[in-house]
Each structure stands twice: as C-alpha cells, then as structure tokens.
DNA sequence: CCTTTATTGCAAGTCTCTTGCAAGTAACAT
DNA sequence: ATGTTACTTGCAAGAGACTTGCAATAAAGG
C-alpha cells in the first residue's frame, strides 16, 4: 500500500512520515487530474486537514526528489501541477483551453525519435514533456 | 522585410512602430535562441538601448497577439521565452539541463497523433508543446 | 517518558509578470 | 512645419507563485 512504500523512502532519507505529508498524500492518491500547491491547499481545507501553504509546497518537493510524484508545468498556467507517479506509467496530458479539465494521454510516441534526435543534435536526451490543448468535449 | 511586415500588422491593429518595438525585434531577429524578457533586457542595455524592462514584456506581448512571436514556457524554467515565427516553420526544442543551451528541433512528430486523441478523448485538440532535455555535447 | 532532530506555521523575502498613471512621442490632418 | 490626438513609455506599485529564516512543535527511537 502507498503510505507504506513511502514511509521506506521517507526514513531511508532520514525524514519523517507526518500528519500532513499523510494528508497530501491520500489527497494525490483519490484524485484523477494533477493538482496544483494551491489546489491542494484549498482541498485540505475543506477536508478540515489544517495544513499550511507553505507545508503543502514543502511536502510535494519532498515526494518530487523521492522520485513518487511528478511537477507539471503546463503551457500558460503559471503555477506547476503534481501527480502521483508510483503504480502509474509514463503518459502525458491534453488540457481544455476553457475549462481547464486534464485528461491523461495513456499513450507515448516519442521513444523512437528519441534516438533521431541523439544523432542529429549530439545531445544525450533525458526527459521529455509533451501536452495538447484544445477543447474538451462540454466546451466544444 | 522583416520591419515592413510587422509596421503592417501594427498599423492593422490601431499601434504604432516605435524605436522600442524595432530594437526588440531586430534583437529577436538576429538571434537564434528563444530569449526571455530579461535576457532581451539585458542585451538591448549592453547595446545602449534605453528600455525598459516593463517595455520588453509589454512588446513580447504585442508581438505574440499579432501571432508575430511565439512564447514557450520551458520545463522548470519559471519565466517564458519568446522567438519569432514570422519566416521559420513549427518546431519544438531540446534544452541542455546543466548549461541551459537550447536547441531547435526541426521536426514534428504529432500531426497524426492529434487523430487519435481527437478520437480517444473527444477534445478538438488545437496546439500541442513539446520539449526535451538532456546533456548537450558540452556538457556529457 | 525523554531526548534528539526533522517538520511545521508564520512572517518576510524573491522572482516573474502586470497594472495605473502622468509624461512622451508616433501618426496624421491641417 | 505645426498642432492634435491617441498610442506608448517609464516609474512605482501590485499580484501571484514559490522560497527561506526561525522559533515552536512533534515524530522517532531508546
Ligand atoms: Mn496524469
Ligand atoms: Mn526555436
Ligand atoms: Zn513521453
Ligand atoms: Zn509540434
């Protein structure tokens, strides 16, 4: 169970498991779609979790350099999003241009060119992000 | 050439060519990393420019409403960069992680991708980004 | 239960980008 | 050329996301 694999790279890292790493944590795993600091701030408040801002950016940077969640940074939004990685594979996002819904992608098409692109640039590639925009289904 | 568009396009739009728009552009014109309004900045005060840093920004944006200038917002880069489309055709880029150079791609890998998403997910997908980032020749 | 040390909340700070407004200037008509 | 009008600029201030300093709090382990 997650809290548990967790709770392993917590200590092995020398921290600690905590009320509120608890908090955002079982917030990340109910939810569908990657949420941002403040998002989650606004979550955990109606779920009467009393947490601070500052806490919640804390606690996804933590979860980010354990490698269990990933940071989005989508095109105009001005503030990153957070997504649980752990049980979830490598996958990407479309976002509506009007309402804001994200809708993961199940799909990667980029390991091939990969390879192109080692050639032509010289470069050695490590990561990638890739989104789409457009409207969704109700916004249409 | 180049100013003569862009007059166009201002004039078009009720503005007006300006010596601050003309150095900005000439400035994006003759460079050929996408640059961020800082680093624009930067480089028309070293070239005895006077602007403002207030300018830059409200200029990019001008730039990008008349569909002049592209803004890209990389990875984990807190502030956008922007590079001329006028003359260059769509592309994406490869950002090297530890000096920070930026490459062009001069491919795009997406155009029957959009098909399938359309069909998975129902959006009209409109725009897409997409970035990679690795080690540069430099930096291995 | 006690000690140690990581974690938290609050305040303040940083950074990018935007907005209000008076002064400056490009565009156009006289 | 000169004047009129309205767009543009610079400066100051503000907004928003995120970070940092520090004293108080609370995990973890004995
Ligand atoms: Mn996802
Ligand atoms: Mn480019
Ligand atoms: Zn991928
Ligand atoms: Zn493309």
Redesign the interface.
Known sequence: MLEKIISQGLKATGRRMTRTRKAVLSLLERTHEPLSASEIFAQLQEDQVAIDLVTVYRTVNVLKDLGLVA?L?L??EGQSRYELKEGRKHHHH?R??VCGKI?D?L?C??KK??K??EE??????????????????QC?
């Open positions: 940071q940074d095109h105009h479309i509506c241009q809708v992608l799909l098409p980029l060119l990969t192109l692109i032509r640039t010289k470069f050695v590639v490590g990561d990638h992000t890739l989104e789409f925009t457009g409207f969704c289904p249409q």
